[in-house]
Structures are given as structure tokens and as C-alpha cells.
């Protein structure tokens, strides 16, 4: 059976290409900053955000963990919205491991913060209160439809950091796909933020890994916390290459994910019992809420499965599916053929 696989862009495996630069990797002990590939990968990184410098670690999460832990200490509070994947995916690590207090407040349905809310969950300086001391938005909005955050809504957001004494994280899993799909450069999406984590391992198609990037001293702090944690690697240069392969090669190929979402979602469209979510701007992430009685995500999942389709459920009636290099346009029929079938 051909297997249509839209479970997330994580699935992504490396290509033949890809492994060449891999095998062909110049190595060293990262740990002591020997390994000249995973050194070439940061100042690439840290060039293309328009950063002092960059840090390669394990995962997002990783990246977010220890961009929270190098710029707040015990007590101090991150305000973040509740769709967050910093909050809702990421096991409370800022609290579990910093003693940091999350501070949520609802994300809008375009995944944007009200910037008025950010300004009213800020604390003012009272024994009683801990200390507000960064902000986080995450672009794209994963929960809500993988919506792109604009610069001129990271501007405002970056201002009102500034005036209120605020660091602003941007957790950027998936900033090269709110780039692309905006058509401007991804260093203006993070021109306001003092730090931001993007992920290699999602639609870039590398194995593993993201990166961390802001100024000097943060990057040194982060990379103490990176080694606490257990993620000091050695002959990273192997991983490495294949995020350099992946920023070198695959960012422009985002765009072919984005039209196949979109395909799929007008496909989608035309059938009974479910209902697209839209979102301004379409990345690679399509959300379908499901409206027939008596059908949950999980059978809708599980009925699609059979048909070679994979998705995840993400609620009771809610499923996700996420275009990647795997999942070609001529699969995306295919694909509403499966619902169809599925819904029957
Ligand atoms: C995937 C993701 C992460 C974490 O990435 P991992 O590499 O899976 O740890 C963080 N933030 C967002 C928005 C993500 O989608």
C-alpha cells in the first residue's frame, strides 16, 4: 500500500544527499569546541537570524529549556500564551527544572498575544510578586493552524518588551516556514526577539537537532544550561552537517508544502462531517475539526489509516494533518479520496 504519511513534518527523513554530508562531516569534541562543522553550523545560524551567535542542541524543547533557564532564575515569571507549545507540550520544564512560573494568557485565534494583555500580566515591583522577565511567542502558532506571526506584529510585541525592562524568546520550530509563507527574510520575523530557538529535524528534513541564537553572553549561558542538562555533545559535526545541508538546500522547498496544505484544504472543504480550520496564512500544518456526530478523532484517524493516511488526533473532535517532503502534490488527491472513503 502507498503510505501517505501527514503525522508531522518530524517524519521527515534525511535524504541520499544529505547523508553524503553527513559521512563526509569534519569532526571534533564539540564539548571543547573542536568540532568545526557544528561550529560552521552556529555562525551560519546565527548569520541568518541576524544573532551575535548561535548553539546546536537535542530538540526544540531542548532549545526552549535552556533559552528560559540562561535568562530567568528561580521565582521569575515568563509570560506566554496558553496554546504555547512551551506550556502545553513541553512537560513544564521551565517550572519542573527552573523554578520558573509560567504566566499564561489566551492566545488569539491568528496565535498573536493581545499586546494589551501581555501589558496587563506584566508585574509592577511589589514584595509580593514575582518578577516578570521575558516574553515568548511562537512562530508558527502549531496550535492555531500553524498561523505565521508577521514582523509588524513582532515589532509592536518587541517595543513594548523594551519599554517594560522585558526579554521577548521566540520559539521558532517553524520560523523558516512563517518566512517563507510571509515572503519576507526570516531575520525580520526575529529582528525584535533577544533570543529564538528554530528546529532543523521538522520540514528542513534533518535527523536531528535545532538551534539557539541571540547575543554572545546569552549564548555562553545557554550553553552552560545545555550541558546540565546532559546535552553537551561530542562528534556533533555528523548532526551538524545535516542542518547545514538543511539551511543550505531545503528552506526554499517549504513553499511546495505550504501549496500542498492548501490543495488539501480546499479538497477537504467540499466534504460533509468535517470542517477545515482556516488561518490567515497557510504553512504546512492543517487542522480538521470533525462535525459528525459520533465520530471522533481517533476513528477518523484510525479509519483513514487503513486507507494508508496518516494523521494524528489531536482531541475528541479535532485531527491534524502536516505536509512534508515525503507527500507529494499528486498525493494530496489521494488524500481527500481517503477522508471520503473514511467518512462514508
Ligand atoms: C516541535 C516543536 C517544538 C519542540 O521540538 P522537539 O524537537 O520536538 O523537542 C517546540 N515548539 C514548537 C512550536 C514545536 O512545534
Redesign the pocket.
Known amino acids: 500500500m502507498h503510505i501517505i504519511d501527514l503525522r508531522s513534518d518530524?517524519i521527515t527523513k534525511p535524504s541520499a544527499a544529505m547523508r553524503v554530508a553527513m559521512a563526509e562531516a569534519e569532526v571534533g569534541d564539540d564539548v571543547f569546541g573542536d568540532d568545526p562543522t557544528v561550529n560552521r553550523l552556529e555562525a551560519l545560524s546565527a548569520a541568518l537570524m541576524g544573532k551575535e551567535a548561535g548553539l546546536f542542541v537535542a530538540?526544540?524543547?531542548?532549545g526552549?529549556l535552556v533559552s528560559l533557564l540562561a535568562q530567568c532564575g528561580r521565582g521569575d515569571e515568563v509570560i506566554l500564551g496558553d496554546q504555547a507549545?512551551?506550556f502545553v507540550n513541553e512537560q513544564g520544564g521551565m517550572a519542573a527544572l527552573g523554578g520558573i512560573l509560567p504566566h499564561t494568557i489566551r492566545n488569539c485565534p491568528d496565535g498573536t498575544l493581545d499586546l494589551a494583555e501581555v501589558e496587563g500580566a506584566i508585574r509592577g515591583d511589589n514584595i509580593h510578586y514575582p518578577r516578570t522577565r521575558l516574553v515568548t511567542v511562537?512562530n508558527t502558532q502549531?496550535l492555531c493552524g500553524g498561523n505565521p506571526l508577521t514582523p509588524a506584529y513582532m515589532h509592536q510585541l518587541g517595543a513594548l518588551a523594551r519599554r517594560r525592562g522585558l526579554r521577548l524568546h521566540v520559539?521558532g520550530?517553524?520560523i523558516f516556514n512563517a518566512a517563507v509563507a510571509l515572503g519576507v527574510d526570516v531575520k525580520e520575523l526575529v529582528a525584535d526577539a533577544d533570543t529564538l530557538t528554530f528546529?532543523l529535524?521538522?520540514g528542513l528534513g534533518a535527523p536531528v537537532g535545532?538551534v539557539v541564537c541571540g547575543d554572545r553572553a546569552f549564548i555562553a549561558e545557554a550553553r552552560r544550561a545545555r550541558k546540565v542538562l546532559g546535552g553537551g555533545m561530542r562528534q556533533a559535526g555528523i548532526l551538524a552537517a545535516a542542518g547545514i545541508y538543511a539551511l543550505e538546500n531545503n528552506v526554499g522547498r517549504l513553499a511546495e508544502d505550504h501549496c500542498n496544505a492548501a490543495a488539501l484544504e480546499a479538497g477537504l472543504s467540499a466534504l460533509p462531517g468535517i470542517r477545515p480550520e482556516p488561518v490567515q496564512v497557510r504553512t504546512d500544518i492543517l487542522y480538521i475539526t470533525i462535525e459528525r456526530p459520533g465520530l471522533s478523532g481517533g476513528q477518523l484517524a484510525a479509519n483513514l489509516g487503513e486507507r494508508g493516511v496518516l494523521i494524528t488526533s489531536s482531541g475528541p473532535k479535532r485531527v491534524r494533518a502536516v505536509t512534508n517532503y515525503h507527500a507529494t502534490a499528486e498525493d494530496m488527491p489521494l488524500v481527500v479520496r481517503a477522508f471520503r472513503e473514511a467518512l462514508a
Open positions: 518530524t530538540s526544540g524543547t531542548m526552549n507549545h512551551t511562537e502549531n520559539d520550530a517553524r528546529c529535524s521538522k535545532s
